[in-house]
């Protein structure tokens, strides 16, 4: 069988499972991306992208930032990040995913252990299999099985620094880390506690700031700028040392090309307008608690209704994708989840309440949604 046979039937394998993966235009209302607060095309974005190209800002950068890439924009961002977030010092990096593969690749040491939630994101999964610690996984948001596995490897192996991985906001759940327990556990323990804030930032904590925000416990936080922030990129914050050790040694940050300067200069825009106020995570938690009043309404259960992210679990792969085309019909953008992103039997429609949608679209949406499901 040649290549081209085996990868055809490999795709029809997921086609005649209802799991085969189509690039889909976007359709009605975006109940789908991750603009949470609907910056992507806001008119003071606008207005940041004129003010940098009249600056001269490229476009491009051109390079790595450790060869001829690294610009004053770059730089600005960094510490207004850092100053944003409230730590040491910020790096920002092209994207999320390779921020998090390079911190699991390159800080851990050998001698080290990864404790990880069992649901973090497959981009740490990425650099933890990359890299030299041990690693260990905890049930789902469950403390009391994090400590046991702490308790048991330190019993174990005396020396080398914990890091416990977990996700804020999680991606397909919707449901939230129990950060200040886990927070104390890293303190009981010496353990680094890395947080990845993707869904958090922009929505939660004082002015967006996320929810690892004032933690006790030693911290790494990732702020993704493609998701509230509107923009693309990530920005990895915490002790300058952790940021210096990235540089040196993060092979997506040393071998890549460099982030736009351009990309850099609206997310200081946006972490601007964090900062000053205007209402978008106020008007944010408004729409995601509507939302949760409505589709409570309609029967969807509690344990659903946590963040901006809505999952309703339909298990089958085929139902799921029958309901996401019937509310994409209905001039809703849904879109359904299946494995391997989801655990199998758990497919999903992935409701996200973004910025670009209103408390009068999420009444329509709960609506339709009760007749599909």
């Known amino acids: 069988m040649t290549a081209s046979e085996r990868l055809t039937s490999m795709l029809d394998v997921l086609d005649a499972r209802h799991r085969r993966r189509f690039l889909a235009p976007r359709r009605g209302l975006d109940f789908a991306s991750n603009d949470y607060l609907g910056l992507t095309a806001a008119p003071e974005m606008e207005l940041a992208a004129r003010q940098a190209l009249d600056r001269g800002v490229p476009l491009g950068a051109g390079g790595s930032r450790l060869l001829r890439g690294n610009h004053c924009e770059h730089e600005a961002l960094e510490a207004e990040a850092a ?11 092209g994207g999320g995913f390779q921020a998090n593969q390079a911190i699991f690749a390159s800080l851990p040491a050998a001698d080290d252990l990864v404790l990880h939630d069992a649901l973090v994101h497959a981009s740490a999964h990425e650099g933890l299999r990359i890299g030299r610690a041990a690693t260990r996984s905890f049930a789902h948001n469950d403390v009391a099985d994090a400590r046991r596995l702490l308790a048991d490897w330190r019993r174990h192996t005396p ?95 040393i071998f890549a090309t460099a982030p736009a300067p351009f990309s850099a200069a609206l997310v200081r825009a946006s972490l601007k307008l964090l900062e000053d106020g205007g209402g978008r995570v106020a008007a944010a938690r408004a729409r995601m608690r509507h939302a949760h ?81």
């Open 83 to 93: 100053a944003f977030f409230q730590c040491e010092a910020a790096l920002y990096m």
């Open 159 to 253: 020396g080398g620094q914990i890091w416990i991985a977990v996700e804020s906001i999680y991606s397909m759940e919707g449901d939230a880390a129990p950060l200040q327990e886990l927070s104390r556990l890293a303190v009981e323990f010496g353990a680094i506690l890395v947080v990845d804030e993707a869904h958090a930032t922009g929505v939660f904590g004082p002015d967006g700031r996320g929810m690892a925000h004032g933690l006790e416990a030693e911290t790494l936080t990732l702020h993704t700028c493609g998701k509230a922030l509107g923009v693309a990129g990530g920005l990895v914050c915490g002790a300058k040392v952790f940021i210096d050790t990235l540089i040196n040694r993060a092979r997506p940050f």
């Open 293 to 373: 009043d409505r589709l409570r309404s309609i029967g969807l259960p509690e344990t659903a209704l946590n963040s901006q992210i809505i999952p309703v679990v339909l298990h089958e792969d085929a139902a799921t994708m029958k309901a996401a085309a019937a509310l994409q019909d209905a001039g809703f953008d849904v879109r359904g989840i299946r494995p391997p992103t989801v655990p199998r039997g758990t497919s999903r429609l992935r409701i996200s309440i973004t910025g670009n949608v209103t408390c009068t679209d999420i009444t329509r949406l709960a609506r339709s949604l009760a007749e599909v499901t």
